[in-house]
């Protein structure tokens, strides 16, 4: 039976605390992720920051206030090339983190995908026993770790 931290990412992108969030906005766009994990010096995992807190920097108000888009003819183009006023981009990130959800390295893939689902994850940080970062699972590396023993269950039929 496999464990989360036999199906996770070993090689993560994060950020320290001290980061700004321009720091943080560069390594989502160059490492290609929708979730940064916030560490502190000794690798303890203290926080989160997703792509959309982000965005959510520069969204217009009124997008948060429309529930249904599908009546809105045309896109929001022109305000795609809005950005973060600099007093706002050189904010530590930590002021637009989130509290971390994580769980441990040694913990079954069917609770990571709970947690995930519970708390509505695409990613989840996986920790040591002194709560350092040590992975990043995704659902698809949790769907298709699950999955591959509905393969191994139909070989075993087959037999």
């Given at each position: 039976?496999?464990?989360?931290?036999?199906?996770?990412?070993?090689?993560?992108?994060?950020?320290?605390v001290s980061a700004t969030i321009r720091e943080a906005a560069a390594l989502f766009v160059e490492g290609h992720i929708g979730t940064l994990p916030v560490v502190d010096g000794d690798g303890k995992l203290v926080g989160i920051l997703h792509i959309r807190d982000l965005l959510e920097i520069v969204m217009p108000s009124f997008v948060?206030?429309?529930?249904?888009?599908?009546?809105?003819?045309?896109?929001?183009?022109?305000?795609?090339?809005?950005?973060?006023?600099?007093?706002?981009?050189?904010?530590?990130?930590?002021?637009?983190?989130?509290?971390?959800?994580?769980?441990?390295?040694?913990?079954?893939?069917?609770?990571?995908?709970?947690?995930?689902?519970?708390?509505?994850?695409?990613?989840?940080?996986?920790?040591?026993?002194?709560?350092?970062?040590?992975?990043?699972?995704?659902?698809?590396?949790?769907?298709?770790?699950?999955?591959?023993?509905?393969?191994?269950?139909?070989?075993?039929?087959?037999?």
């Amino acid at each position: 039976m496999k464990n989360i931290g036999q199906s996770m990412k070993h090689e993560i992108i994060s950020i320290s605390v001290s980061a700004t969030i321009r720091e943080a906005a560069a390594l989502f766009v160059e490492g290609h992720i929708g979730t940064l994990p916030v560490v502190d010096g000794d690798g303890k995992l203290v926080g989160i920051l997703h792509i959309r807190d982000l965005l959510e920097i520069v969204m217009p108000s009124f997008v948060r206030l429309v529930e249904d888009f599908d009546f809105v003819r045309g896109d929001f183009s022109i305000f795609e090339t809005l950005l973060p006023p600099p007093e706002v981009a050189i904010q530590p990130a930590s002021s637009i983190m989130v509290p971390p959800v994580s769980v441990r390295a040694g913990s079954g893939l069917l609770r990571a995908f709970a947690i995930m689902n519970s708390h509505n994850l695409y990613d989840l940080p996986v920790v040591d026993d002194d709560g350092r970062l040590v992975g990043l699972a995704s659902r698809v590396d949790i769907g298709t770790a699950l999955l591959a023993g509905w393969r191994s269950a139909a070989a075993e039929e087959a037999e």
